[in-house]
DNA sequence: CTAGGGTTAG
């Protein structure tokens, strides 16, 4: 027996599993042989390749039990299609064959991979019936399906409901409300877990600081971060490498890109290309082009080759610091090197040379692609036009973003400030009707700042927060210097996500701003403020914000959805053309 | 040892 298992394991690993496979049938022994569900076994987890012959041999079978099933389905929950997983799983209940628990902590897996929360709520009611959902792993991978599909409430339902818990489970919901867009959860949930170390006899493991750390480079809390990373150190956590990954994003996402760098240089592990890539864009987003473009050569002679994610990252370095013509060149040679260009590098190509205001090659290069431009790329045009002034092109962009049903407030509001630079008032309110007629998205557009290591949150037109009154009473002293100093910034506000009525105080409302106003009072002088937004920073608040820093003398940051802008006397790291 | 949790992106 051990000697026919030790021949399949051979087989298969040395993909005769064709030849062993055709042996057991001609001998008649498939159709019998206990060792065919072993053969199936392997053969599913081997590669992705084999699970299809694995999927063939069970079709093949004429009495197959519980494990010829769970072996495929588990294959296939791991292969790269994991809902073909569910249908199998369908076939089997069809044949009337019953599933046992581990067929649907299988196929539950397959929905946590596959994002299907609806096939995973099926699953959980027949577990229910089946008496299955004692069984800790199985609720784990349950709570897992949920957490990834964003069903937050769910997921933390079931974790509330385990009168006990093991580390994974917290990792799962952790995990899960960190890239659900809940980041302040998920810290807070953290700092339960340390809190109720002591009773549970739970430490948070390498996965658990994986899901913090990820939840601090969001929402750019520094403080927070370097707790962890502290934790890290004092309980000798090791350092593998998707730790040190995320390290590294954490810290240069904290506006730290030193002591990202340090961490990367000091890797005791061998890096991934992970690793290459956050370290790159980690550059690319603070504006240091040099930087990234000599980490990227540096590849080549560590014989790493480049995916389309260092690609991307490299074009953003360009991008951010306006290296048009280096930016163009990569874009060209990538196809050549055999990575493929993707919606993103389009995207991000296309922004560089609408920037430069090169708007015409920039839609030859939409014209020119593979695949069919996606909203994004057309509010890249569309914002391009806007920086340039140029209606016609603007026209362009904002008719293709009508036709695919764009409902962001964003575009609408882009469209008609183009044409109130160009006092077209019939257009202006034709789009602005247009807005109120249809269902428009309105995106709020928040922000946070790090004071005291409390993350403090402030949304467009923020009257929430406790110290609101000293907050807008900064603002009125902002504004009343700005005239003082003769400085013209309140022209031509852009009305991004705040309704017409709110022109008025336009210039006090932009969330970002309220959290620069909150930092000048809550930070001591010589400091540097840093803010997180989340939406992209818009022109206004930019020459806004590049005036305050000059006026009170302090170094200004913030982090929009991709890059840092620095602000210091008067002038901003990175090089954008308003 | 065998079923669950893991990093980068316009």
Redesign the pocket.
């Known amino acids: 027996m051990t000697n026919l298992e030790a021949l399949i394991k051979k087989c298969v690993s040395q993909s005769h599993i064709k030849q062993f496979h055709a042996h057991l049938v001609a001998t008649g022994k498939f159709q019998f042989c206990s060792s065919r569900t072993k053969l199936i076994e392997l053969c599913a987890l081997a590669s992705d390749k084999d699970v299809v012959i694995a999927r063939a041999m069970l079709g093949q079978t004429r009495w197959p039990v519980t494990n010829d099933w769970n072996a495929v389905i588990?294959g296939l929950a791991n292969s790269p299609e994991p809902t073909e997983a569910i249908t199998l799983y369908c076939t089997m209940k069809r044949k009337l064959h019953r599933p046992d628990?581990?067929t649907c902590?299988f196929v539950l897996?397959a929905c946590?991979r596959g994002l299907a929360s609806i096939e995973g709520m099926q699953i959980h009611s027949q577990c229910a019936r089946y008496g299955f959902l004692g069984?800790?792993?199985?609720r784990?991978?349950l709570l897992?399906v949920y957490a990834?599909a964003g069903v937050l409430d769910y997921a933390q339902r079931l974790f509330d409901e385990m009168p006990v818990r093991?580390?994974?489970?917290w990792?799962?919901l952790i995990?899960g409300q960190a890239?659900g867009g809940e980041p302040n959860e998920a810290i807070s949930l953290f700092r339960r877990m340390r809190s109720e170390e002591m009773r549970t006899r739970l430490k948070p493991?390498?996965?658990?600081v994986?899901?913090a750390l990820?939840a601090c480079?969001q929402l750019g809390a520094f403080t927070e971060g370097e707790k962890v990373f502290e934790f890290i150190r004092s309980e000798n956590l090791d350092l593998?490498?998707?730790?040190s990954?995320?390290v590294i994003?954490m810290f240069a996402k904290c506006g730290r890109v030193e002591r990202a760098y340090e961490v990367f240089s000091k890797m005791r592990c061998q890096k991934?290309l992970?690793s290459w890539?956050?370290m790159i864009?980690a550059f690319a987003m603070h504006g240091c082009a040099i930087k990234a473009l000599e980490l990227f050569g540096k590849m080549d002679e560590e014989d790493i080759f480049p995916d389309?994610?260092s690609y991307?990252?490299v074009l953003?370095a360009c991008?951010h610091a306006g290296l048009v013509e280096d930016g163009v060149r990569l874009f060209n040679t990538m196809a050549k090197k055999g990575v493929k260009p993707n919606?993103?590098h389009?995207?991000?190509v296309v922004?560089l040379l609408g920037r430069a205001g090169r708007l015409h090659e920039a839609l030859e290069i939409i014209s020119s692609m593979h695949t069919d431009p996606?909203i994004?790329?057309w509010q890249?045009m569309l914002g391009a036009s806007k920086t340039y002034g140029n209606i016609e092109m603007a026209e362009i962009a904002s008719g293709k973003l009508k036709e695919m049903g764009s409902k962001a407030c964003g575009d609408f509001v882009l469209l008609s400030n183009i044409y109130a630079a160009r006092e077209r008032w019939d257009d202006v309110g034709r789009v602005r009707e247009a807005m109120k007629s249809k269902d428009v998205r309105k995106i709020p557009g928040f922000s946070y700042i790090d004071v005291g290591g409390i993350m403090h949150k402030f949304v467009n037109g923020d009257y929430n927060h406790p110290s609101w009154e000293e907050i807008y009473r900064k603002l009125d002293e902002i504004r009343f210097k700005i005239r003082e100093y003769g400085y013209v910034a309140e022209t031509n506000f852009v009305l991004h996500d705040i309704g017409e009525e709110d022109k008025e105080n336009a210039l006090c409302h932009h969330s970002e701003k309220l959290a620069v106003a909150f930092g000048l009072i809550s930070t001591p002088e010589g400091t540097s403020i840093q803010v997180i937004k989340n939406l992209r920073i818009c022109g206004d608040c930019h020459a806004m914000i590049k005036l305050i820093a000059k006026i009170y003398n302090r170094e200004i940051i913030v982090r929009d959805?991709?890059r840092f802008h620095k602000f210091k006397d008067g002038e901003c790291s990175c090089r954008d053309y308003w």
């Open positions: 588990r628990a581990l902590s897996k946590a069984d800790m792993l199985l784990t991978t897992d990834k093991d580390v994974a489970m990792n799962a995990i890239q493991n390498e996965v658990t994986i899901g990820s480079s593998n490498i998707q730790v990954n995320v994003d991934s992970v890539n956050t864009m389309e994610v991307l990252s953003c991008n919606i993103k389009y995207g991000s922004d996606d994004v790329l890249t959805r991709s």
